[in-house]
């Protein structure tokens, strides 16, 4: 080093890290579980020190709500690349729910982290409320739908009613949406997954649509 220069430390992105423990902790946590995953476990996964960790995460509870959360936000952010140009709300709500579930079919790590998560829950019955859960989860996607519906009602396609009861809409399709994925898993050769959710989408249009709407529920 030159005479009289000094090193300036290098500024460590502290999202841009907790992003990556994030996403070491998700496949960990989906090929081991909750409580069979460790702190060092995971920190090496990250390449750093166990004490690190807590730099960035108070507790493995915190860190595994957070990893959903990161994985969760970045599959929506996929899914609104695929439906990005489409302006018919009705189309669009079609292609966002059947990209969702494909998008779910495509990797089954969000099940056995989802199973992950539950374990944890059932290990602290408080973690729900106090974390906020599904509120956090599923943000993008709520707001996603919601948008939606508000869109369909701004071009008289959608009842007016459905501006008031759009939040409430979507929380029930995501609801919807996560059990039937789940049964799904429990029994594949069961039934054909798109085709509960074509006919579930096929009966939910149906109630939204203003009467005579083109695009109806066909």
């Known amino acids: 080093m030159p005479k009289g220069v000094t090193m300036t430390p290098r500024k460590v ?15 960990l946590f989906a090929e081991r579980g ?13 390449g750093i020190g166990k ?13 595994i709500l957070h990893s959903i959360t990161v994985w969760m936000g970045m599959m929506e952010a996929a899914i609104q690349q695929q439906v990005h140009g489409i302006e018919d709300p009705v189309e669009r709500l079609r292609a966002y729910v059947r990209h969702s579930m494909q998008t779910f079919l495509a990797d089954d790590r969000i099940v056995r982290v989802a199973i992950a998560m539950f374990q944890m829950l059932l290990a602290d019955e408080t973690a729900s409320s106090t974390y906020g859960i599904t509120r956090e989860m599923f943000l993008g996607f709520r707001k996603a739908i919601v948008d939606i519906l508000l869109d ?67």
């Open 34 to 46: 909750f409580e069979s995953t460790s702190i060092r476990q995971i920190a090496e996964a990250a």
């Open 152 to 218: 369909g009602v701004s071009r008289k396609m959608f009842r007016p009613a459905v501006a008031d009861d759009a939040e409430r809409i979507a929380i029930n399709l995501l609801a919807y949406l996560d059990g039937i994925g789940l049964h799904y898993y429990m029994d594949k050769g069961y039934f054909n997954l798109m085709e509960q959710v074509d006919l579930f989408l096929h009966r939910l249009l149906q109630d939204l649509l203003v009467e005579g709407a083109e695009g109806a529920a066909d």
């Open 13 to 27: 992105d502290k999202e841009a890290r907790r992003k990556d423990i994030a996403l070491a902790a998700i496949e």
């Open 51 to 63: 004490g690190s960790i807590y730099e960035y995460f108070e507790s493995k509870e915190v860190l």
